[in-house]
């Protein structure tokens, strides 16, 4: 599958100047060189912590759909648009082979 | 205005005048941002809150949080001139769990916005237990006390923080474990009331039943 910039073999690494916290089921993560926050609910939460380490979306998303029992045409959108809107905000980096 | 440095474990703050300084402008700064930040290295964050102390079977804080013009310091004024309330911060308030795992807030920041005489009796403790941060919402009809979500709360503390833009990454992630903790130790929640004397009445009440020492 693609969608727009993204393939299924695209991966990333979440970008070593953010934190995160788990916060009463869902996580916060800090940018700490900007001082801003973005708050992710628990399926965003669960995408986040796979996505680390340059697996590739592909596997993230077979791990969401797992977790979720939610299709994998349903996965795949909702893990576009959050890795979308984490690059936009440099809170994770495309990690190159 | 000189330069200030404070120690990294916020123990100590050295200021080094230059020519120009002017005393006024100096103490406004050290009892400003400066004691912000060297309170956060030692674990207490800043809200931007006015606070009232109960004085009943256990003293303990509430503090109110809201936009300006949300009446912060006018209920805290208000709960104040009617026992057993008594007025401890009308800007500032820093809380910190540093003993754990009560959550605890100082009642004696320099509050430059109250006058002498309304500054609270020198019998307050220098910490109180936290019991309760309000987020001040627009008036309604009745007393409403609306707990909010751990996750939202603590965005809320966050957001209510003062001086975190003087915060470096080590402190920005101890400001986030610290609203974290909190979030999940003290009760956040929205309270809306009518503004009139028998809201403020009701909010007492009301207050006293929630968070009030069990009778």
């Known amino acids: ?97 | 205005m000189g330069s200030f440095a404070v120690a990294p474990d916020g123990a100590t703050i050295r200021y080094r005048s230059s020519l120009d300084a002017s005393p006024a402008v100096v103490e406004e700064a050290l009892s400003g941002p400066v004691l912000v930040f060297a309170l956060a290295l030692r674990g207490f964050f800043s809200l931007h809150a006015s606070a009232v102390a109960l004085r009943d079977a256990g003293d303990r804080l509430i503090a109110f949080v809201g936009p300006s013009g949300a009446g912060k310091s006018t209920l805290a004024a208000v709960l104040a001139a009617r026992g057993p309330w008594v007025r401890v911060s009308d800007d500032v308030l820093p809380a910190g769990l540093t003993e754990e795992p009560s959550p605890v807030a100082l009642t004696e920041f320099p509050q430059p916005k109250l006058a002498a005489t309304a500054r609270p009796a020198a019998s307050l403790p220098e910490s109180l237990p936290l019991a309760a941060v309000c987020v001040l919402r627009p008036p309604t009809g009745e007393v409403r006390l609306a707990p909010m979500p751990v996750p939202e709360a603590a965005l809320t503390l966050i957001r209510h923080t003062l001086g975190t833009r003087l915060f470096g990454p080590d402190l920005l992630r101890r400001h986030l474990d610290s609203c974290a903790d909190l979030a999940v130790a003290v009760p956040v929640v929205r309270l809306s009331y009518p503004w009139t004397s028998e809201g403020a009445r009701c909010v007492s009440d009301a207050l006293r039943e929630r968070f009030g020492a069990p009778s």
Do not use: P
Request: hydrophobic share 40%.
């Open chain 1, 1 to 97: 599958m693609t969608d727009g910039r993204y393939t299924t073999e695209s991966a990333f690494r979440q970008s070593s100047d953010v934190v995160f916290r788990d916060v009463g089921g869902e996580t916060i993560l800090l940018d700490s060189r900007r001082g801003t926050y973005f708050a992710l609910n628990e399926v965003g939460a669960a995408a986040w912590q796979l996505i680390d380490g340059g697996v590739r979306l592909q596997e993230v998303c077979a791990g969401l759909v797992e977790r979720y029992e939610v299709t994998s045409e349903t996965a795949w959108t909702d893990l576009v648009e959050l890795v979308e809107e984490l690059e936009r905000h440099g809170l994770v980096e495309i990690a190159t082979a």
